[in-house]
């Protein structure tokens, strides 16, 4: 596709499942970025993928999160057991791998906790 | 470690005045980007306006400029000719150039209203 596609753009799940959340980036562009957004609030860095370098975990709120990116390119979210606080708006984004590249976000995943 | 603020959390303009957004950072670097993104209410990111540390010239496109302040770490964004159509957040980021991650650091962002 054109752009960046995540899926699904919501999801509704009871405290305590685990979710997945998937990103498709830009092809090509081999920086990945997760980012959380609560509502009405500014944009929480989770963690940052770059090529084959060992990702940069350190925006992870708690081992219940974890992040992979397969051959480079797709990257799924994983919150295991689910807690109110974790409902929130969780962006994509990619970039080429120079840093004044601009970063192309994905519509993002709502994810509601029940 | 870089931090990025931005003071005014909520801000309003009649169409066609003038806007600046405020924006300050804190970073060690001397070498970096920073970016303008806009998010209406379709919660697509877009990128407004990018500057380059290195460069002293202010960045520009079309309406939107920015006012870049290397040594007192400041990058406001000025919306010129403000239209109905520029109602969003708008978040600030900073972006060190090379080495270790290079990720993306934003502000909390600025409620713009545009009055008609």
């Known amino acids: 596709g054109a752009g960046v596609s995540q899926s699904p753009s919501n999801k509704v799940t009871e405290k305590g499942k685990d979710v997945e959340l998937r990103c498709d980036p830009i092809?090509?562009?081999?920086?990945l970025y997760w980012y959380r957004q609560s509502l009405g609030q500014g944009l929480e860095f989770l963690i940052y993928?770059?090529?084959?370098?060992?990702?940069?975990k350190s925006g992870l709120p708690s081992d219940r999160f974890s992040a992979e990116r397969t051959g480079g390119s797709v990257s799924t979210l994983t919150i295991q057991r689910t807690q109110q606080e974790d409902s929130a708006v969780y962006l994509c984004a990619s970039s080429l791998s120079r840093a004044g590249r601009e970063a192309f976000f994905g519509q993002g995943t709502r994810l509601t906790v029940v | 470690a870089q931090t990025v603020t931005q003071s005014q959390p909520e801000m309003s303009v009649q169409e066609a005045e003038t806007v600046t957004l405020s924006c300050t950072y804190d970073?060690?670097?001397?070498?970096?980007?920073l970016f303008w993104y806009k998010q209406p209410p379709s919660r697509q990111m877009i990128l407004v306006i990018r500057q380059e540390a290195y460069k002293q010239q202010n960045a520009t496109e079309n309406r939107f400029s920015v006012n870049f302040q290397k040594a007192a770490k400041s990058f406001s964004l000025k919306i010129s000719d403000s239209q109905l159509g520029d109602a969003a957040m708008y978040f600030c980021?900073?972006?060190?150039?090379?080495?270790?991650?290079?990720?993306?650091?934003f502000g909390k962002g600025t409620k713009l209203t545009v009055n008609p």
């Open positions: 993928f770059q090529g084959n370098s060992a990702p940069d």
């Open positions: 980021a900073y972006r060190r150039h090379q080495g270790g991650s290079e990720k993306l650091v």
């Open positions: 970073t060690s670097e001397s070498d970096y980007y």
């Open positions: 092809s090509g562009h081999t920086a």
